[in-house]
């Protein structure tokens, strides 16, 4: 037996272990001291009423023989695609019901997706980056070029001469928060299109775009229909991180690509549990996207206080406004590394050294609006104590 040799190329990554490391020895030195955790890349609000009803009721469905269901269809059930195209509708999309797949979340879709490519494929992604799409493109032995996300382009990398067969785009991104606008996602239509090239469209933090010249989808940009998967989730949307359920969406103007991906997802896939779809579809009603929005509303105004607060302190930044992300700039020219140390020693506050997520993430360092108001304040006042002017 010969095992998959490109595992060999994968890097170990210490990031979320250092940091637990670090602050577990930090209380353990100072079992005082209140650390205010500002790392957490995971939501924590609870789902919200309308889709614990639905799972509730479709629990009850499942246990009455009348309304029993065993295995559903590989790309999900009609009810929940017919929500999310109603969804894409709102952004004036159209979308065929056979072009939506329903999956259990964006991480797997991701992944699996490279299933539908050949060899020889270079990989265009943007450092810093979001892990997954580096490790998954490893674990097949693709050629990755790195396109570099800095101060200068606001972390919001264009397109060049350089020649791509496969681009990674993550916008609202993650660890950023940078959002491309019409004019920018347009250009890498276009570029896609020119070059006959593939955009892999991460839209996981769509749901916390509040300006409506803002694009939610890559769909909302002409010509993205020839050039464009897009790969969703309700992760981030309405706390499905543990319940699981996403979406991806595979136009048929690709050609091949729509019917190659249907015959994978039904050849290795059997489809999200009718329950969680139910909850799902629930996310989607009026009462779901009602309650769904005084989470997301929780989470942007914790953005809000954090990137005003840098802000105050004369500290360059980018996201905090259609994300759950600030990604600044750490001041006293410190490393990340330092300026995490920096911030648990002096205010006890936590969060994500950004060189953790590539090599143009040294010296910079992620925040996240995942916790509670009163710690979010409270880390806050810490904050601008060290850092004002
Ligand atoms: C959280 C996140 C996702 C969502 O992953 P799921 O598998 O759906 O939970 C996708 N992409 C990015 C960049 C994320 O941060």
């Known amino acids: ?5 490109n595992y060999e190329n994968l890097e170990q990554s210490y990031l979320f272990s ?4 670090k602050v577990n020895e930090f209380i353990s030195n100072n079992p005082d001291k209140k650390v205010i955790r500002l790392g957490i ?3 924590t609000k609870p789902l919200c009423k309308a889709v614990t009803e639905a799972m509730h009721k479709a629990v009850d469905e499942m246990s009455i023989q009348e309304t029993f269901r065993g295995y559903g269809p590989e790309q999900g059930y009609d009810f929940l695609r017919l929500a999310i195209q109603d969804y ?3 952004n004036n999309v159209e979308l065929d019901l056979d072009e939506i797949f329903i999956s259990d979340g964006a991480k797997s879709d991701l992944g699996n997706i490279l299933d539908l490519f050949g060899d020889d494929n270079i990989v265009l992604i943007p450092d810093p980056v979001y892990p997954a799409y580096v490790d998954t493109n490893i674990m097949d032995g693709n050629k990755i070029v790195y396109i570099n996300a800095n101060e200068e382009n606001g972390f919001l990398p264009m397109s060049s001469e350089e020649k791509a067969d496969i681009i990674y785009i993550c916008s609202p991104n993650n660890p950023t928060g940078a959002v491309y606008n019409k004019e920018q996602l347009k250009e ?3 570029y896609a299109n020119k070059n006959n090239a593939l955009i892999l469209f991460d839209s996981a933090y769509e ?7 803002l694009p939610r989808t890559i769909f909302e940009i002409e010509g993205a229909k020839t050039c464009a998967i897009e790969i969703c989730s309700l992760s981030k949307t309405a706390g499905f991180t543990g319940t699981r359920c996403g979406y991806t969406v595979v136009p048929k103007e690709l050609g091949k690509l729509n019917k190659m991906w249907l015959r994978r997802q039904t050849t290795k896939y059997n489809g999200v549990p009718y329950i969680v779809q139910r909850g799902a579809e629930a996310v989607f009603s009026e009462a779901g996207m009602k309650e769904i929005k005084e989470n997301l509303d929780y989470y942007k105004e914790n953005a809000k206080i954090i990137a005003k607060t840098v802000e105050s302190c004369g500290i360059w930044y980018v996201g905090g406004k259609h994300s759950p992300y600030i990604w600044l700039k ?3 020219n410190m490393t990340s590394w330092e300026f995490f140390d920096y911030l648990l020693n002096n205010a006890q506050i936590v969060g994500t050294p950004g060189a953790g997520f590539g090599k143009n993430g040294e010296g910079y360092f992620r925040l996240t609006s995942f916790g509670s108001r009163e710690n979010t304040i409270e880390a806050m006042e810490r904050f601008r104590k060290l850092f004002e002017k």
């Open 88 to 90: 894409y509708r709102k």
């Open 188 to 190: 890498w239509v276009n």
């Open 18 to 21: 250092t940091i637990a490391k």
């Open 41 to 43: 890349g995971d939501v």
């Open 330 to 332: 750490c001041p006293n």
């Open 1 to 5: 037996m010969n095992l998959n040799k």
């Open 207 to 213: 749901s916390f775009i509040s300006d409506n010249e």
